[in-house]
């Protein structure tokens, strides 16, 4: 089936420090988003991206927080200082429309470690 | 509260037998995706409905649009179908998918 990859897929990182997390999205998508999953927990909608901006963002989605897709490149997720409670695991996901037939398709996740 | 309401929390069964889980929805939904995340954390996609039925092997959905509800049975259980299962609505917020709380399905030899 369609696959999004995610780079990487483990990062320790030290509190206030900076991280990038990267996404390949399914190469005919145009819609992006990103979940985060506390360990154990049920699946929060952060942001969605498509055509260059923001779309919705929930409470989630710290100040701290941004997202782009440089050129077609990589999706990334930045979070710039990073904190404690930004330990998590994120998915990136895909789709190619919204509404009727809006299929998402999940990444593997990025595991975040922040100490 | 939640708008997605997914039961059971947890779930345990015996090879060869059937079981269903099911989401309760609180307001309009457009469709719901179903996953089975594994033991590694991958999320993996299992049914997406936006109405009616569907079935593939062992596993069949149903979603009913107009009662706000969907299900996910299991026949015939296989240690592979262990797992934590979501349910995941479109509510039409951002075209994003809203998820319930997660089902922890553990078959037993």
């Known amino acids: 089936g369609p696959k999004v990859l995610q780079i990487p897929s483990h990062q320790i990182i030290d509190m206030g420090q900076m991280v990038t997390l990267n996404c390949d999205p399914v190469?005919?998508?145009?819609?992006f988003y990103w979940y985060k999953q506390i360990l154990g927990q049920q699946m929060e909608f952060l942001v969605n991206?498509?055509?260059?901006?923001?779309?919705?963002k929930s409470k989630l989605f710290k100040d701290q927080f941004s997202v782009e897709r440089p050129d077609g490149s990589y999706f990334t997720l930045k979070i710039q200082p990073t904190a404690l409670e930004d330990s998590a695991v994120y998915f990136c996901?895909?789709?190619?429309?919204?509404?009727?037939?809006?299929?998402?398709?999940f990444g593997e996740g990025s595991r975040l470690i922040v100490v | 509260g939640d708008q997605v309401e997914q039961s059971p929390s947890a779930l345990s069964l015996h090879e060869g037998t059937s079981s269903a889980l099911r989401c309760n929805f609180t307001t309009t939904t457009r469709s719901v995706q179903w996953f089975r995340q594994n033991s590694r954390g991958s999320l993996i996609n299992l049914f997406y409905l936006a109405s009616g039925t569907k079935e593939n092997g062992r596993l069949k959905s149903a979603f009913d649009s107009k009662e706000l509800y969907s299900t996910l049975h299991i026949r015939d259980a296989q240690l592979e179908d262990s797992g934590t299962y979501f349910c995941a609505a479109d509510l039409g917020f951002a075209s994003a998918l809203t998820f319930g709380s997660g089902t922890k399905v553990i078959v037993l030899p």
């Open positions: 991206f498509y055509n260059g901006k923001v779309m919705e």
């Open positions: 190469s005919n998508h145009l819609y």
């Open positions: 996901a895909s789709s190619s429309r919204t509404g009727f037939g809006n299929t998402l398709y």
